[in-house]
Antibody, heavy 121, light 109 residues
Framework: QVQLQESGPGLVKPSETLSLTCSVS?????????WGWIRQSPGKGLEWIGS???????NYNPSLKSRVTISIDTSNNHFSLRVNSVTAADTAVYYC??????????????WGQGTLVTVSS | SYVLTQPPSVSVAPGQTARISCGGN??????VHWYQQRPGQAPVLVVY???DRPSGIPERFSGSNSGNTATLTISWVEAADEADYYC????????????FGGGTKLTVL
């Protein structure tokens, strides 16, 4: 059973950088799967942030692309998210997930428990 | 970018059948995936590729997709089914890629 666990600061100041890591266990990150980040603002729906492949290839939500970087560390079996210049609108529960399926139909079959990040001074 | 439209809420009595719709332009030409999210928990995939179920998901959960509407059907609804449900597609025609519907709150009366 694939397990994902998000970690990182729960509080970030406005204009600073949000940094999270997703540790994957019981499954190698160095496979044919993509790995993604999804967030959910309080009381709102799900918003895809971006995804990364083992090679480092990424794709991002165009609405966030200018501020987001996703990276991968296959040696330590984790991948990471950075969001620059955060504002209160970036306050959300951040989930990491494994992407499965076949081109052009993909879905997220394993999710982390999520971590709440609050942007506040 | 591609838009998925879900009703904000659906209510059903225990033992009855709940149907949650997901509308999109020619959605029948795409594969639709459904997630269940109970309060305070992470989403769980309940249907993928329109009508397939991951292991461990009860047969009570089924899906269909045709034309401009996909539907998640939950038969013999139980109190534990009360949750938010989200549909999702992969939109390869734009660079937006992953698209989620706005979510539907299922209330078990």
């Amino acid at each position: 059973q694939v397990q994902l666990q998000e970690s990182g600061p729960g509080l970030v100041k406005p204009s600073e950088t949000l940094s999270l890591t997703c540790s994957v266990s019981r499954y190698s990150i160095n496979t044919h799967h993509y790995w993604g980040w999804i967030r959910q603002s309080p009381g709102k729906g799900l918003e895809w942030i971006g995804s990364i492949y083992q090679s480092g290839y990424t794709n991002y939500n165009p609405s966030l692309k200018s501020r987001v970087t996703i990276s991968i560390d296959t040696s330590n079996n984790h991948f990471s998210l950075r969001v620059n210049s955060v504002t209160a609108a970036d306050t959300a529960v951040y989930y990491c997930a494994r992407r499965s399926g076949y081109d052009p139909d993909y879905y997220f079959d394993y999710w982390g428990q999520g971590t709440l990040v609050t942007v506040s001074s | 970018s591609y838009v998925l439209t879900q009703p904000p809420s659906v209510s059903v009595a225990p033992g009855q059948t709940a149907r949650i719709s997901c509308g999109g332009n020619s959605i029948g030409s795409k594969s639709v995936h459904w997630y269940q999210q109970r309060p305070g928990q992470a989403p769980v995939l309940v249907v993928y590729d329109d009508s397939d179920r991951p292991s461990g998901i009860p047969e009570r959960f089924s899906g269909s997709n045709s034309g401009n509407t996909a539907t998640l059907t939950i038969s013999w609804v139980e109190a534990a089914d009360e949750a938010d449900y989200y549909c999702q597609v992969w939109d390869s025609s734009s660079d937006h890629y992953v698209v989620f519907g706005g979510g539907t709150k299922l209330t078990v009366l």
